[in-house]
Every structure is written in structure tokens, then in C-alpha cells.
């Protein structure tokens, strides 16, 4: 049967995977493959005044050692973002966890073992290892800021650092202090955000093979391309003498996008002059990228009837020792910290600070997840003072479709309006309540999509089978599947006669990335497009056979109809052909330059953040318990509403762990919490009793049938959702994760005078 | 990483002790390793030799004692198998339903009463159980065999009374009286629990005459609350100051400030759990009676 759009197809690859069938980097074997491990700082700041490696080279087993010293003949340094980091310590170490060196050997156990005999002199230097220390005035400085470059894919304008802040980002509009003079409510707070570990299945694991003038690399990687990318820049060579193939990934939430350890692998391929395997383990991953944490000051000012008028904000987001993805994070939480509110005016002044702790980079709805529970709770807030309902004062000032969400950006493209109201329905909100439980709801936007760059080859065999070349990562989403009903709507196809193997740089074509939420809208835009020249290609073909316009010609079931005469595709293939063999190849791009929408404008689209959570306190113990979370995929139109629904409750899930429990917890920047024993993240014990998934289903997004991506949204409305529902009984956040103990500590000091239980850092 | 060990199979509990013997520090016990294998694993803990007892036979019984009066438990009983036990449902109910809420359902499929009291691990459910229940722990060695009283057993965080060359061989339960019942509460907010209490009141005449009182998870080793004990004793079953022995528990214990959360949370989760778990095994007492 033919699966189009709009059908819960069941997933493509849900049998390979639970049989176990389905192989990941790990499972991979190749003959004369070796074992790397790294050694990592135990310091968050020192220089390193020596690295022997002889013991550890002598060591039976051991086919090589790599130091920074292996490197000299490359410019080390890489970065997406800035390119500030070396492959393996040059001098000094930034953080603890920072790599060193690395050992190749026979087995993994050898490699560790080797680990311990090479004998690093450090020489401690003061850190900054909290954002206070790094803003401080007498701040040791982690780089030099004259020597920075801007990575690959930078993208954000000039860099221009100063002391440890590596970048700044600044948005306004309008008259701010007119603006707050007219207000008569103002509502002013501090607010912190810790780091979050993006906990995924499959630490990072890399199979690297050095070919002479070549390298493949097999990766647990979300963005195949810019890896290669900057691989190829890194080892000076052709980018078409890198090969990226990614075989499934278990989980990336943002985790392994960018690159994270293969230039490692492949600078001990190239060493060793055989394949070497690195995998992380969860306490390596821990350290190897992470989500920002955050310190933010927001002023919101509103008519006394709760009309919005004015929002300031400042906030400060750890990078770590390394950019990663900071900046984009930074630019991101920035387009989401002004709420999407028809403001007088707003100024949003966005810093992302290098601290010795482990870099920070992307994780699933990044910026929104940090900004938005903020924001909505001081509407909430001015919805109190105002006398107003929290529904109502949204209604009232929610940007309308069309209107501006930031300067210069893409006009609102959602109704926001409406997924309000069902999520309202869906909280029956008004309801009475049972006591001690409380309800609320956040509402944003998510600058998504990145950048609009995908292609897509769609072949189609002698047989009448397809097979899909896109780079789209599957790491769980379901993209394989997403891809197969785009395909099978187009070539009116069945979805068992269509295959999507992966991504693979010598074979399947250029993909910016697999995240933002961009896959479904941009890569499978390009598919559709892929599949729609085959479609013409057959419909052409067809015309000729049957000696009959096009027009009169249907597409159904992987055959062409005219009339009651029809002939299938292999045996339209087999005509055109004029032989037994021969196959039909279809193209499809996307670029800022063309296609449906405003591809050229950023972002591509604006997901919809929200979600509506009721919560019950226990008053003796200050735990939280989820009656019910609610959340609203406001996708365009769902391609597979199953898989659209199962997206959102892992988003909710995960933004029930950032808001309840989940910190990785550092002392002098070492972490306390690096295993999965002392870092909680989210299992099935901490569902919600109920939990709602609805769609909004407009035709407003910019990819095929108006279809606009899904995913990470309910990641940050979720927070939003519980922060604003505690507050409904009375409990003010200021501080995630809401722990019980934080809960109960705000308990006692509301019961009490009233002090500030949350304790805010002071603004430097 | 798992590095490379030796395994070794004894037959009987001789054997196993003497190979604990000769092996010293070198050596552990290896039961449902859920426990050991992780910190091997980690790396915390190495042990050139494991001597796995599962081979010994009759280590994983549970039965009534042949006087009727206590249940025993073999150390190799899975808390999955203790939760399910028939004999242990029916005799020490309290029991069954704390081994329920060990951990999670992977630990509890593998993990062994045995291997838990012997970790010594300071977050332990049944230590802080059988403290309260006055349970008796059998060690053997190749030539001698002791019985402590679980309050002499656990000595320190990981640490235990048991010698190298000893293998606990059962847990000896002390059936409760008929007008004795107990309950259990647990806090968590991570995998292990933040704080325990296990409360026994034995009521006769609608009146405590005993209470027994133990508070786990907070410190190095559960403790005996017994200033909380005494105060009960003699009170009223329905009336009774529980949240006055909340108080007293809660001061008695030392909490320390961790992960879990500050000390002062933690003192306030005892009163707290203390109470609750002193309500509900009176309210069984008392129905224990009447229904009786």
C-alpha cells in the first residue's frame, strides 16, 4: 500500500532495531582495528610542563601514543563556532576532562592501561570555573582573545571577544525607557539555569580509517557534512577525501552535532596507519559537550490591565573552555527571550562567557528551554498583579501570523492563538481544582531550521524500487520513515518498495545538518522535490508508452493508469530503457536562493514552543508530582502523527528533567554527579499520570504540503508550563531544577518573612 | 571498564572460605553483582579473584524455621524473589513489601538480600529494615559459624562486621508477634533513597508497649531512633505523640550534606517520614487487633 502523508506508518527501521539487527558505529567491526582511549585533565586550569609517553609506548599491546607534539605539521585547531580549540592540550589544559593524549591498542583495556603510565607535570593555574569568577575584574583570562578565528560556520558577523566573554549578541526595538515609564506594572527578577548533561543512549563513538591521502570515518554524528568539513580543513586535504558515514545513532538531542571526537580518532588513525575506534563512555560524553548554564536578569512591563508594553534582558550563558556551539546558542536564546508579544519595545543583551568547566554546545530547543520559563513566568506575574487570567493576558497580547517576532526576521508563521486555546481545552483550564495543585501554561518561539541548505537524489531501479540518498542522521526521530512516506506520496509508491540507507558523503548528497527541527522541512523538501522530477520522468514516459497526453495519466499503486490499461514502473523503466536494465534519478535541492517560502530570511520557520502542565505539592516532603502535561505540535501538517506525538512526549520529558532534577553539579570545576548513578535523568517512573499530544495542523510552514518541523518544542514549553503551575499555589521559581528541597525551602520562607530562598547571583 | 579477574566456583561454603581465605583483599564475593560489578567498572574497586558462591547449593532458600518462630532467608534470595516469596508474603509481609521497593526491577531481578547487606552501602532498604526488626545474621567460615544481631553487622559506610574468610549464610527473621506491625517509608529523588524509616509498635490494649525504630539512608549506618522508642512506649496506639518521636528521630539522626541534598532537608524528610511510617504501623496494629 501506498503511505502518503498523514499516516502512522509504523517505522521503517523498528524491526532492525528491536531485533538488534540494526547496526550502530560500535557494532562495527574491521579487520586490524584498534582501541582508543584518551587521557583527559584531572586540573580546570594548568600547564602542562611535561608529557612523557615511553612507559605507556612500551607497553605490549600499544600501537601508538598521540600528543599535541604528533600535530605540528596540521594547524591543530578547529571549531565550528570559533576556532579556539586544539585537538589534543597544547601547553595547557582548560577544563577537567579536557584530552591530552590518546592511546591506540590492541584492546580497550590495554589503552587504559597505557593511560596510566604516561606521566603529565602540571602546573595549577587559577580558574574561573563559575560565571561570577570568569566576569570577575581579576578573572585569569582562558584565551587569548587577539589570536581567535572564526570557525567554519560561524556565522554571526564579526567576532569580537573580550576578556572571557567570546561573545556578545544584541537585539532591541523601540524606545525601552518610554516604553517601561508607561508601565504600570513591572515585574523584575534574577534567574539562573544549570548545566544539563543531553543524556543520549550512544555516548559518542568514532571508527576512523587513514588511507594514505584519504580518511574514513564512521561517526555517531548528527551533521555528517560540517564533520567532514571540518576534518578536511583540520588534516588539509580535499573535503572529497573525507568520508563520513553514519550508521544509526542512539539518541543525539543536539549531543553530537558539530564535531566532537573525531579529530582525535583520526589523528591516531593517521598515527597508527590502521583503524582506531574511540567510544565514549557516559562519564567521557558528560565532558565532551553539555547544555549551557545560564544567569539571567529580565524586566517585564505591562498596562495596569496586563497589555505588554516593555522587556530588558541580560543574560550570561557558560560555554565552557570551548565555544562549541555557544554563540548559536547565545543568538538563539536571544531571538527567544523576547516572548512572542507584541512588545512597544525590547532589548535583549546576550553574553556567552568561557569558564574552565567542560564545553557547552547544543541541546534539543537550546535558548528557548532557557529563556522561555523565565519570561512566561513574569507574565504570569503581571497576569496576577493585573487581576487577569493567564489564558486571557496571552490571548490578548500574542503576535498575531504575520506580525514581527524580531528585527529583520521571518514574520510569524503560527497560530499561536489557537494552540493557546487547546492547550487550555486540554488542561480544562477554570476548572476547580484539587487543593494544593495548580496549572499553567508557557508559550514561545524557537528560532528553528538553521540554515536552509539540503539535497536529495531519489533513484528509482529497474525493478521500480527506490532508494533515497539523503544525509538526514536517524538517531531515533524517525527520519528514515518521514523520508519514505514523503517519497511514497510523490511516486505513489509503496513504502516497503522504497529504502533510505543513511548518510554516507561519498554517496548520499550535501545536507547542512541533522537538528533545529530543519529534516522534515528542508531535507524532505528536497526529497519531494527528488521524488517530483522521477514523478515527471514517469508521467513522460507513461505518455509515450500509452501514446496519450500526461494529463490523462494517473500515478497509483507503483504503476501509471490510463484508463483501465496500465503499465508498472519497472516495465515503464524497461521501455524507456529499451532494455532489462537502466534507472531513473531524481534531484532536489533547497537554498536560500529558492523554493517555496522565505528560505532566504531567517530563521526558516519558528517552532512553536509550548505546553501546559497541573501539579500536585505535597507540602510535607516539597516533591512535585505531574498529574498532567500537555503539549501542541504545531506542525504545519504531520506527516506521521504517531511519530509526531512520540517526539513530543520525549521533548516533554526531557523538559520535565531540565525542570525537576536534572544539573550536573561542579566544585571547582569538577564535576560531582558523572555517572548515570548520580545524574538523574527521566525514566518511565517519572511520567506524568496523563499526558496530551495535540496538533496543530495549519499548512503555514515553509517545507512541502506546508509542512514545518516538530520535536523540541515542548522541551521548552514544558519548564514554562511546571515553573508557572507552581506558582499558581503560590510557589515563586527563580532557580531550575525546582527540587524538592528548593520547593520546600520556598515553602518555609513564604510561610516565614518572606526572604529570598532562591538566592540570585548579584550582576557583575 | 571491567579488567580481567579470575572466577572461582566453590562447591560448598568451605571451600568459598577458604579460598576468601587465601585470597585475602585480593578477593570478593560475587552474588548478583549489581553492586560489584559496577564499581569494578568503574574502577573504583579492583579484585584479581571473584568467588562466585551462586554455585553453592541451598544459599537462595527461604523457609520457616523448623520451630516456627522466625523465617530464614538464604544471603543468595533475589529481592525479586523475596517481593514474590509466598512463605515471606505470609510471614513477614513488612518485608516483602520494602524488598518491592529496592532499587529498580533490573536490580531487583539480580541483586541478592546477601550481596545488599554486605556492601554495606549506606542507602540500603532492608539494613535500615532489619535493624528496626531485630534480625539476626548468620557468618560462616570453614570452621566457625557466629550469629550477630543485624545492629553489630554494619559497622561503617561499605564496611561490615564480617571477616574475609566469613560468607553470610542466613538471615534470620524473628517472626512478629500477632499484635505487632510495621510500616516503611522512603524518600528519593535520584537512585537511591535520600532517607528511610522502618517503624514496629507492638500494641496490646490499644496501648504501645513496644516501639522499635530505625532510620536509614541519612548517615554512614542506619541508626536505632530510641529516645523516640522510649517516648512512645506506653502511649495510646491511636493517640500517640508520632510527631513529637518525628522530632526526637529527626535530632537523632545525623544527616550529612550530599548530592541527595543538605542536612537540614534531610533531618526535616525523618520527622517527616518518621511520623507517616508511625501513623500507618499503628493504624495496622490496631486493625491487626481488631481483626484478630
Not at chain 1, 135 to 142: C, D, I, N, T, V
Request: hydrophobic share 40%; with cysteine.
Amino acid at each position: 500500500m501506498t503511505a502518503g502523508i498523514g499516516h502512522n506508518v509504523p517505522r521503517v527501521d523498528a524491526r532492525s532495531k528491536v531485533t538488534g539487527e540494526a547496526l550502530f558505529t560500535g557494532d562495527l567491526k574491521l579487520a586490524g582495528l584498534l582501541h582508543g582511549k584518551v587521557l583527559r585533565s584531572p586540573y580546570p586550569h594548568a600547564l602542562i610542563r611535561r608529557i612523557n609517553t615511553d612507559r605507556a609506548a612500551l607497553l605490549p599491546g600499544v600501537m601508538t601514543v598521540l600528543t599535541s607534539t604528533d600535530l605540528q605539521d596540521i594547524d591543530p585547531y578547529y571549531g565550528h563556532s570559533i576556532k579556539d580549540r586544539p585537538v589534543l592540550a597544547i601547553d595547557r589544559v582548560r577544563f577537567v576532562g579536557e584530552p591530552l593524549a590518546a592511546v591506540a591498542a590492541q584492546d580497550e583495556i590495554t589503552a587504559e592501561q597505557a593511560l596510566s603510565l604516561i606521566e603529565v607535570e602540571y602546573e595549577d593555574l587559577p580558574a574561573a570555573t563559575t560565571l561570577d569568577e570568569a566576569l570577575s575584574e581579576a578573572a585569569p583570562r582562558l584565551h587569548e582573545t587577539d589570536t581567535l578565528r572564526p570557525g567554519l560556520f560561524h556565522g554571526l558577523g564579526e567576532l569580537h571577544p573580550q576578556g572571557n566573554i567570546c561573545y556578545h549578541h544584541a537585539i532591541s526595538r523601540g524606545d525601552l525607557a518610554e516604553a517601561f515609564k508607561q508601565s504600570e506594572i513591572i515585574v523584575e527578577q534574577e534567574y539562573t539555569f544549570p548545566a544539563v548533561y543531553q543524556y543520549a543512549m550512544e555516548p559518542h563513538t568514532v571508527i576512523a580509517a587513514w588511507e594514505g591521502k584519504s580518511v574514513t570515518v564512521w561517526a555517531s554524528c548528527q551533521h555528517p557534512y560540517l564533520v567532514r568539513a571540518e576534518l578536511a580543513d583540520l588534516f588539509d586535504m580535499p573535503v572529497a577525501n573525507v568520508r563520513i558515514i553514519v550508521p544509526f545513532l542512539g539518541g543525539g538531542f543536539g549531543s553530537k552535532s558539530y564535531t566532537k571526537m573525531e579529530p582525535i580518532t583520526v589523528g591516531l588513525a593517521r598515527k597508527a596507519g590502521r583503524p582506531v575506534r574511540i567510544a565514549n563512555r557516559v562519564d567521557e560524553a558528560m565532558v565532551t559537550t553539555r547544555r549551557h548554564n545560564m544567569r539571567c536578569w529580565m524586566r517585564t512591563g505591562a498596562q495596569a490591565d496586563g497589555t505588554l508594553l516593555a522587556r530588558d534582558v541580560r543574560f550570561w550563558m557558560d560555554t565552557g573552555a570551548y565555544a562549541d556551539n555557544g554563540p548559536r546558542v547565545v543568538a538563539t536564546a536571544a531571538d527567544a527571550a523576547p516572548g512572542p508579544y507584541r512588545w512597544k519595545s525590547f532589548q535583549i543583551d546576550a553574553y556567552c562567557v568561557y569558564t574552565n568547566r567542560p564545553p557547552a554546545g547544543s541541546y534539543r530547543a537550546f535558548g528557548a528551554t532557557h529563556l522561555q520559563w523565565i519570561g512566561e513566568s513574569q507574565v504570569d506575574e503581571i497576569a496576577r498583579q493585573a487581576g487577569a487570567d493567564p489564558v486571557e493576558i496571552r490571548i490578548r497580547n500574542l503576535l498575531r501570523p504575520g506580525e514581527e517576532v524580531r528585527p529583520g526576521g521571518k514574520l510569524l508563521d503560527a497560530d499561536l492563538v489557537g494552540d493557546v486555546q487547546k492547550i487550555a481545552t486540554a488542561l480544562d483550564w477554570g476548572s476547580p481544582k484539587p487543593p494544593d495543585t495548580g496549572r499553567g501554561i508557557g508559550v514561545g518561539l524557537l528560532a528553528a531550521g538553521a540554515r536552509p541548505v539540503s539535497t536529495a537524489i531519489v533513484r528509482m531501479e529497474i525493478d521500480g524500487h527506490a532508494t533515497i540518498l539523503v544525509s538526514s542522521t536517524e538517531m531515533g526521530q524517525g527520519v528514515r520513515t518521514v523520508m519514505s512516506q514523503l517519497a511514497s506520496q510523490e511516486l505513489a509508491l509503496p513504502i516497503d518498495h522504497i529504502k533510505v540507507p543513511g548518510g554516507d558523503t561519498l554517496i548520499t548528497p550535501y545536507d547542512r545538518s541533522t537538528g533545529a527541527s530543519r529534516s522534515t522541512t528542508l531535507a524532505g523538501m528536497a526529497v519531494h522535490r527528488a521524488a517530483r522530477e522521477i514523478r515527471h520522468q514517469l508521467l513522460e514516459i507513461a505518455s509515450q508508452a500509452f501514446e496519450v497526453a500526461p494529463g490523462t495519466i494517473e500515478l497509483r499503486d507503483g504503476a501509471a493508469w490510463h484508463a483501465d490499461q496500465s503499465l508498472s514502473y519497472s516495465e515503464l523503466i524497461q521501455f524507456h530503457f529499451g532494455f532489462t536494465g537502466g534507472e531513473l534519478i531524481g534531484r532536489g535541492e533547497v537554498s536560500p536562493g529558492g523554493g517555496k517560502g522565505s528560505y532566504a530570511e531567517g530563521p526558516v520557520f519558528w517552532e512553536v514552543c509550548i505546553g501546559g502542565a497541573e501539579v500536585r505539592l505535597n507540602r510535607d516532603t516539597g516533591r512535585l508530582h505531574i498529574t498532567r502535561l500537555v503539549s501542541v505540535a504545531d506542525v504545519g501538517q504531520a506527516v506521521n502523527p504517531h511519530l509526531v506525538e512520540a517526539q513530543e512526549m520525549g521533548a516533554s520529558m526531557q523538559g520535565l528533567g531540565n525542570a525537576l532534577f536534572e544539573e550536573m553539579v561542579f566544585d571547582e570545576g569538577q564535576i560531582l554527579n558523572g555517572t548515570l548513578l548520580d545524574y538523574h535523568i527521566p525514566t518511565t517512573e517519572d511520567m506524568p499520570d496523563q499526558f496530551i499530544s495535540r496538533l496543530a495542523e495549519n499548512e503555514d510552514g515553509p517545507g512541502p504540503y506546508g509542512i514545518k518541523g516538530a520535536g523540541e518544542g515542548a522541551l521548552a514549553g514544558v519548564p514554562a508550563a511546571i515553573v508557572n503551575a507552581l506558582a499558581d499555589i503560590g510557589v515563586p521559581v527563580r532557580e531550575l531544577p525546582i527540587t524538592p528541597e528548593r520547593v520546600w525551602r520556598a515553602l518555609k520562607d513564604t510561610e516565614g518573612e518572606r526572604d529570598d530562598a532562591w538566592g540570585p547571583p548579584s550582576t557583575p | 571498564m571491567l579488567r580481567p579477574f579470575e572466577i572461582h566456583e566453590p562447591g560448598t561454603v568451605e571451600e568459598a572460605s577458604v579460598l576468601l581465605a587465601q585470597f585475602g583483599f585480593d578477593a570478593a564475593i560475587y552474588a548478583g553483582g549489581t553492586e560489584l560489578l559496577l564499581i569494578m567498572k568503574e574502577g573504583l574497586a579492583h579484585f584479581p579473584h571473584l568467588v562466585n558462591i551462586k554455585t553453592i547449593p541451598g544459599l537462595d532458600e527461604i523457609a520457616l524455621s523448623t520451630e516456627g518462630d522466625e523465617l530464614q532467608i538464604g544471603p543468595l534470595a533475589t529481592h525479586w524473589e523475596l517481593e514474590r516469596s509466598p512463605t515471606v508474603k505470609k510471614h513477614a509481609p513488612l518485608f516483602a513489601e520494602v524488598e518491592s521497593q529496592v532499587a529498580n526491577t533490573r536490580v531487583r531481578a539480580m541483586g541478592t538480600i546477601g550481596g545488599n547487606l554486605c556492601f554495606a552501602e549506606p542507602h540500603s532498604d532492608p539494613a535500615t529494615l532489619l535493624l528496626a526488626w531485630g534480625a539476626t545474621l548468620e557468618l560462616s567460615s570453614a570452621d566457625a559459624q557466629r550469629q550477630l544481631p543485624a545492629a553489630d553487622f554494619t559497622l561503617g559506610m561499605f564496611e561490615t562486621a564480617r571477616q574475609p574468610d566469613e560468607i553470610l549464610t542466613r538471615i534470620r527473621l524473628p517472626l512478629l508477634s500477632e499484635n505487632t506491625a510495621g510500616a516503611y517509608r522512603k524518600f528519593s529523588t535520584h537512585e537511591r533513597p535520600m532517607a528511610t524509616v522502618a517503624a514496629l509498635l507492638e500494641v496490646k490494649d490499644g496501648m504501645i508497649e513496644h516501639a522499635r525504630l530505625a532510620v536509614g539512608s541519612v548517615g554512614p549506618v542506619p541508626i536505632r531512633a530510641s529516645e523516640a522508642e522510649g517516648l512512645l512506649r506506653g502511649q495510646g496506639a491511636e493517640e500517640a505523640a508520632f510527631s513529637t518521636a518525628g522530632e526526637l528521630a529527626a535530632s537523632a539522626s545525623d544527616p550529612i550534606d550530599d548530592l541527595h541534598g543538605s542536612a537540614e532537608y534531610k533531618r526535616h524528610l525523618v520527622r517527616v517520614l518518621t511520623t507517616q511510617a508511625l501513623e500507618q504501623a499503628a493504624k495496622r496494629a490496631v486493625g491487626a487487633v481488631n481483626e484478630g
